[in-house]
């Protein structure tokens, strides 16, 4: 699977000012609790009746990496939850957020650069960033190495493989640079190889020539072959360069201050962190998944599906992607990048609430994860129920 394939990702996301869902004389029935605004202890029943939700999305058939809202709604996990979703396809990435504007829809779909331009657009101050749990930035930080780097202070005393002559102009170069820094090394410290080829580099990695390089998640199987050998995710700490590639879901600020429909998003958002979790835990149904999406991956190597299937689940982040001082990172930096004569910033505080997030992981927990912006800045006030794995 190519760079390009990866680059539509889905994102879902859950937001703000969440209030009693009993306590509106329309909202469906339920058990005791549900949740609310401020709330950390967070029991939530099925409704009954089902609660309604739509969704406008940038795509009629999800690529492989938007596929779990879609697969929760196949394999009946949002109807268990007391939730009816209709998912609306608009073949276009500025189309679920002109329905979202247009109150068409209930929440949208959108790369997350377009989520900042309809937020800073007229009539845009409505718009909510809420949750997500997929981001192919580790895309951008593939690695083949071996097997004893694992972080980037451990590229101490390695040899760097690297296409051409190491030079500022060399993606591939520059972006060891970064990791090199982030530990307080320099190139004194490590010694960089010139590979040739994608080619030439793998075989450099078989022959243990070089310790790591970047490389193409379609040469990943080759790696497979040797144990001394694994993929491994590099990111410099504070960096937001994946951002730009993920698909997350916005609302509107009158979507969430009805209580039913909070209500509804917080059972949206809650459904897919869990199957998230859960398929990266189950490779069988992971790749039943898969390949019930994408006809190609039939018929493929066991070894193939493996590395697949290692490279497919790492894409997603299990903890909800909200991180705020990260995406607070990320909004002022892509608001400088599309306004270059501003001197203003994003309205974090407005335009991101991380409240559903943080009430689905005070359900389930929070899981260790590499990514930083998957890496909740608060920690949720009680323990998760033990062994709250499955859906």
Same mark, same amino acid.
């Given at each position: 699977?190519?760079? @390009? ?7 879902? /996301? ?10 509106? +004389? ?9 949740? @609310? ?12 009746? $089902? ?18 809202? !879609?697969? @929760?709604? =196949?394999?009946?996990? /949002?109807? =268990?939850?007391?939730? #009816? ?6 073949? &276009? ?28 657009? $007229? ?26 780097? #694992? ?24 972006? !060891? ?14 010694? /960089? ?22 490389? %193409? ?8 072959? %040797? ?13 937001? =360069? ?9 609302? =509107? ?46 018929? +493929? &190597?066991?070894? *193939?599906?493996?590395? *697949? ?20 990172? !990320? ?26 997030? +943080? ?11 590499? /990514? *930083?912006? %998957? ?8 323990? $998760?129920?033990?062994? %709250?794995?499955?859906?």
């Amino acid at each position: 699977m190519s760079r @390009a394939t990866a680059a539509v990702v889905a994102l879902t /996301f859950g937001t703000a000012g969440l209030a009693s869902c009993a306590s509106s +004389k329309n909202a469906p029935s339920t058990a005791p609790t549900t949740v @609310a605004g401020n709330s950390t202890n967070t029991t939530s029943a099925i409704p009954n009746p $089902p609660l309604n939700l739509t969704v406008a999305v940038p795509y009629t058939t999800p690529p492989i990496f938007s596929v779990i809202p !879609f697969e @929760a709604k =196949r394999l009946g996990y /949002f109807s =268990r939850a007391g939730l #009816n979703v209709k998912f609306v396809s608009v073949e &276009s990435s500025g189309g679920p957020v002109q329905l979202l504007v247009g109150k068409q829809v209930d929440v949208a779909a959108v790369f997350t650069p377009d989520s900042v331009d309809a937020f800073l657009a $007229p009539g845009g101050s409505a718009i909510r960033y809420i949750s997500g749990y997929c981001c192919h930035a580790a895309l951008l930080d593939t690695y083949g190495a071996s097997t004893s780097i #694992n972080a980037p202070c451990d590229l101490k005393g390695k040899t760097l493989g690297v296409g051409t002559v190491p030079t500022p102009s060399d993606p591939e170069y520059m972006s !060891f640079e970064q990791l090199l820094q982030s530990c307080h090394l320099t190139d004194k410290d490590v010694h /960089f190889a010139v590979t040739g080829t994608i080619n030439q580099t793998i075989q450099g990695l078989l022959a243990h020539r070089i310790d790591i390089a970047q490389i %193409d998640i379609d040469d990943t199987p080759l790696l497979s072959t %040797d144990p001394k050998l694994h993929l491994v995710h590099l990111v410099v700490p504070g960096t937001y =360069r994946g951002w730009g590639y993920a698909e997350g879901n916005v609302t =509107r600020a009158d979507v969430i201050s009805d209580p039913v429909k909070a209500q509804a998003i917080q059972i949206y958002t809650t459904t897919i962190i869990k199957l998230a979790r859960l398929m990266q835990q189950n490779e069988s149904l992971a790749m039943d998944t898969a390949m019930h999406y994408d006809t190609l991956l039939q018929g +493929k &190597s066991a070894d *193939f599906l493996h590395s *697949f299937y290692q490279e497919w689940v790492a894409e997603w982040l299990v903890n909800g992607m909200m991180n705020v001082p990260s995406i607070k990172e !990320f909004l002022d930096k892509a608001y400088y990048l599309a306004n270059p004569q501003a001197t203003g910033k994003v309205d974090v505080a407005t335009f991101v609430d991380p409240r559903f997030v +943080k009430a689905t992981l005070d359900q389930i927990g929070v899981l260790p994860y590499v /990514f *930083f912006w %998957d890496k909740p800045d608060y920690n949720p006030t009680d323990p $998760p129920p033990a062994g %709250d794995r499955s859906l």
